[in-house]
C-alpha cells in the first residue's frame, strides 16, 4: 500500500511544479529594457533604452475601438501576416498613442497609434509586414517616460482620469512635458483577463533625474 501512496505523493508533486512554471512561462512576455531614474508615490520616471516598434495608425473617436482594430492589423503579423509567413511570440505592452492635438473635427476624432514592442532578438531585422496590413515601424531612441500605475481595464470613460492625475503629480516637478497634447495607455493583461489587470500611463519628459534623461525624440 504504500508504494502507490508514494507514487500518488510524487504525482501530486509534478503536478505542482509543472503548474508553477507553466505560470512562469505565461508570465515571462518581453518587454522594453528600462531603468527607473526617479520614483514617486504615485509614479516614476523611466530611462527607456532604444527599442523598435510595429505601430497601426488609426483615426477615431474611441480609445477602446481604435485600440481593437490597430491590435487586430498588429495579431495578423505576429499570426503570420508578414513577408516570411512566420508567427512571432507577443510582446507586452499593447501601446496605444493618443495625439489629441491633431483631431480635425470631432466627426474625425484624434490619431490614435496601437503599437507592439519588436523582440531585441530580431536587431532591427524583423520580417517586413503584409502590405495591406498598413504597418509601420518605429525606432525610438533612448528617452524618459512618466508613467503611472492603474488596475482594472482601460475604457474611454476612465483614461482621461488617469491621464490627468500624472499631468497633475508632474506639475511643479523636475520634469518637462514634451508633448502636452501626445500620451499613451499601455496594456499588459490578456482581454479575457479580469482580476489583476495592470495598465499605465505613459507620457514622454526630460529633466535632471541624475543627469540621465536625454531629451525625447
Not at 479575457?192 to 525625447?216: A, D, H, K, M, T
Request: charged share 15%.
Amino acid at each position: 500500500m504504500e508504494a502507490p501512496l508514494i507514487c500518488l505523493f510524487y504525482y501530486h508533486v509534478c503536478i505542482i511544479i509543472i503548474t508553477m512554471c507553466g505560470t512562469k512561462l505565461v508570465e515571462a512576455i518581453e518587454s522594453p529594457n528600462y531603468t527607473v531614474a526617479a520614483s514617486e508615490s504615485d509614479f516614476e520616471i523611466r530611462l527607456y533604452r532604444e527599442s523598435s516598434w510595429l505601430s497601426a495608425s488609426v483615426q477615431g473617436t474611441s480609445f477602446t475601438q481604435s485600440t481593437r482594430i490597430g491590435f487586430h492589423r498588429l495579431y495578423q503579423y505576429m499570426h503570420g501576416g508578414n513577408m516570411d509567413s512566420s508567427r512571432m511570440a507577443f510582446t507586452a505592452p499593447v501601446l496605444t498613442s493618443i495625439n489629441s492635438s491633431t483631431s480635425s473635427s470631432p466627426q474625425h476624432g484624434n490619431e490614435y497609434v496601437v503599437m507592439s514592442y519588436m523582440s531585441a532578438k530580431y536587431n532591427g531585422k524583423h520580417p517586413e509586414p503584409n502590405p495591406e496590413l498598413n504597418l509601420q515601424v518605429e525606432k525610438w531612441k533612448a528617452h524618459c517616460i512618466a508613467v503611472r500605475k492603474f488596475s482594472g481595464f482601460a475604457r474611454d470613460d476612465n483614461i482621461n482620469t488617469e491621464v490627468e492625475a500624472l499631468r497633475n503629480s508632474l506639475s511643479g516637478k523636475a520634469a518637462t512635458i514634451q508633448d502636452k497634447g501626445t500620451y499613451a495607455i499601455a496594456q499588459y493583461n490578456d482581454s479575457r483577463q479580469i482580476s489583476g489587470r495592470l495598465n499605465e500611463v505613459w507620457i514622454n519628459v526630460s529633466g535632471p533625474f541624475g543627469q540621465c534623461c536625454p531629451p525625447s525624440q
